[in-house]
């Protein structure tokens, strides 16, 4: 008679399965679009039956939520590691630009999710992506307050300019998706365009009046 599986291997077995959802649902969409996908191709691609996806994800839209927490996620955590550097103040704009190009390569299939969905996926994926991005800008507003010309800005003005960065971060991410594997002199051109952009941000911070 088959032991029964220990409940630790159950979890780990679902978690599996789970991200096998997850990871079947990403490259699918990757030449269809999230939208255009259905809950069958996912279970088919996954090697599951229907049945089973729903003891993971209530419904599609669920799972696009999944993969926008999960496409955020280590961009969000490179950010809070790269500020507990304190060498990061000291050169700013190069250690984003750096942490930038590297959370993207790391992880470009999921910037590419981010990147297609925000405009052209269903509308609660572009809900959740407005609503990472929201919260990316109200992280990054902590750490540009204490940066010199900004401690006596508003939160309103401080906010603006977090924002500013984060069109600009976007914009090159999406660039970096685009970029071919093995091209470094692609990567240094996008890093230093990056670098430019915020710089050019970063010179009315003197003058600025609010």
Do not use: C
Not at 60 to 89: C, H, K
Not at 202 to 208: L, M
């Amino acid at each position: 008679m088959t032991e029964p599986l220990p409940a630790e291997s159950r979890q780990a077995q679902k978690e599996r399965t789970r991200q096998l959802i997850l990871s079947s649902a990403l490259e699918l969409s990757q030449t269809q679009g999230f939208a255009q996908i259905s809950l069958r191709q996912v279970s088919r691609h996954a090697g599951i039956v229907p049945t089973a996806f729903y003891r993971h994800f209530d419904s599609m839209d669920q799972l696009g939520l999944a993969l926008v927490e999960q496409s955020f996620s280590t961009l969000r955590r490179m950010i809070r590691d790269a500020q507990r550097d304190p060498q990061v103040f000291d050169h700013i704009i190069d250690a984003a630009a750096d942490v930038l190009v590297e959370a993207v390569k790391q992880s470009k299939a999921h910037f590419g999710f981010v990147s297609r969905e925000r405009v052209g996926g269903p509308d609660v994926v572009r809900s959740a992506i407005r609503h990472e991005l929201d919260l990316f800008v109200s992280e990054l507003a902590v750490v540009l307050a204490r940066l010199p010309n900004i401690e006596t800005w508003t939160t309103e003005d401080v906010q603006m300019v977090s924002r500013l960065f984060v069109r600009n971060m976007v914009s090159n991410a999406e660039e970096i998706v685009e970029m071919p594997d093995g091209r470094p002199d692609l990567e240094e051109k996008i890093k230093e365009g990056a670098r430019r952009q915020m710089r050019l941000i970063v010179v009315g911070f003197r003058d600025w009046r609010g």
